[in-house]
């Protein structure tokens, strides 16, 4: 081929590239490109809309409250009522010989029951004892779980019940408190041990089983988020769409040490806690729960996410809160209700200027009231109480726990609202 045909044919090659140009035609590598552009345009706004959506959802149902949204918060309640009710039902029938012989023992049980005899007296027993460790254990799961409303069943059952014995320890000059009524009611016994003399232990060792069990109720109801950040590990889930506020915000908090962002302070000492448990194990778990303080409120959340095995988690759980922890609390009720402490303090209280003998009043009034239902014999009616501060107490407690049943069924309704609005299908990521 001359000089001559190769400059013609590279010259009506640069005309046809020109030709493809004009008609709209692009190179291919510069397709790619634009197409990559475009998709990940796509991606962005899908993923802002969808950010969106939940932010609006979350908005919706925080506000699924009893005196926001009545209506709509008792109607969510019910309906949620009736799909945990026919889920657990599908979940027994799955059980059906173990359902047939549960029935069948209880039919034994209930015949027995009712057929006078000397094993009366055993069912009285067993009823007392399992009553009495199922209502602690009971206060102890509540005070554990919350379900958001901080209900603290110690302020409101067991510290009032340890400072009664206490009082009473000292009115009496006796621990052994006629049962029944005890441990219901406290009532001086008839004959009294001259001997006797009222201490921190003897105090202690009279109050050692509710305070245990009730413990150990709390560190029950540390395992629900326990084995769900445990789940969510296992099958890795995203964070994004775990639904659990508290997994939400454990994932945001490690979030931010990554990031590098600043924190709280309570954040800083959430993280400490974190780092604790992480590292030491055991005995950093025994620690944390040792020890009354509101970082523990991610600690069973931060053992499932680190694998921590179940045995090191419960049992540092269940020494710390129901053995250690607990005779902390015990010994300071204890010594903060003796009498001669009580009466002290009664005392100075009426030297504040201007209000002290107002102030000074309903304690007076409280003790009064509480010596007289000791001394009172077991078959006469309780004496109604004319103290201002045991019935502001009774008010007190009757709204925390009006409070708690309405964060039931706030919580039932937001959880309903929640599982309507579940995306179908949703599949999780798996971590590498």
């Known amino acids: ?119 009366q007296a055993y069912f009285d027993t067993f009823r007392a004892n399992a009553f009495f460790i199922v209502y602690w254990v009971g206060l102890g799961v509540l005070s554990s779980v919350g379900l958001g409303t901080g209900l603290h069943t110690f302020l ?35 004959t009294i041990d001259p001997k006797f003399v009222p201490s921190l232990w003897n105090i202690m060792s009279k109050v050692r089983l509710e305070a245990f069990l009730w413990g150990a109720g709390t560190a029950l109801g540390e395992l629900p988020p326990y084995f769900m950040a445990k789940a969510a590990r296992l099958s890795g889930c995203d964070p994004d769409d775990d639904e659990d506020e508290d997994l939400k915000k454990f ?26 448990v992480e590292r030491v194990g055991f005995w950093g778990i025994l620690a944390c729960a040792s020890i009354p303080n509101p970082l523990f409120d991610l600690a069973g959340i931060t053992c499932g996410h680190f694998l921590v095995p179940f ?32 009466e002290r303090a009664v005392h100075y209280l009426g030297k504040v200027p201007m209000m002290g003998k107002k102030l000074q009043e309903p304690f007076k009034a409280f003790l009064a009231d509480q010596k007289t239902k000791y001394h009172r014999r077991s078959n006469t009616k309780l004496p109604e109480s004319r103290s ?45």
Request: charged letters at 25%; glycine letters at 4%.
């Open 311 to 342: 045995g090191t988690f419960f049992g540092a759980t269940l020494i710390g809160k129901a053995v250690i922890k607990m005779h902390i609390q015990k010994i300071f009720v204890i010594i903060a209700f003796n009498e001669p402490l009580i």
């Open 156 to 190: 409101l059952y067991l510290g009032p019940h340890i400072a009664s014995v206490t009082l009473a320890a000292y009115e009496c000059n006796s621990l052994d408190f006629p049962k029944p009524p005890y441990p219901d009611e406290i009532i001086c016994p008839e």
């Open 1 to 119: 081929m001359s000089l001559q045909q190769q400059v013609e044919n590279s010259l009506t090659t640069s005309k046809n590239n020109t030709y493809s140009s004009s008609n709209g035609s692009v190179p291919h590598h510069l397709n790619t490109n634009n197409s990559n552009h475009n998709n990940s345009s796509s991606n962005s706004s899908s993923k802002a809309r969808s950010n969106k959506d939940k932010e609006r959802l979350r908005i919706e149902r925080e506000s699924l409250k009893i005196w926001t949204r009545p209506i709509d918060t008792f109607k969510y309640f019910v309906l949620e009522c009736i799909t945990l009710s026919k889920i657990y039902g599908k979940k027994l029938l799955e059980h059906k010989k173990c359902i047939a012989i549960f029935l069948i023992l209880a039919t034994i049980v209930t015949v027995f029951y009712h057929i006078p005899g000397k094993h």
């Open 251 to 276: 994932e945001e908090l490690q979030k931010k040490r990554v990031t590098g962002e600043k924190l709280t302070i309570l954040d800083r000492g959430k993280l400490f806690m974190e780092q604790i």
């Open 388 to 432: 201002k501060l045991a019935k502001m107490f009774e008010i007190f407690v009757v709204t925390m726990i009006v409070y708690f049943i309405a964060s039931i069924i706030n919580a039932f309704a937001q959880n309903y609202h929640k599982r309507i609005h579940k995306k179908p299908g949703k599949s999780h990521r798996k971590r590498e």
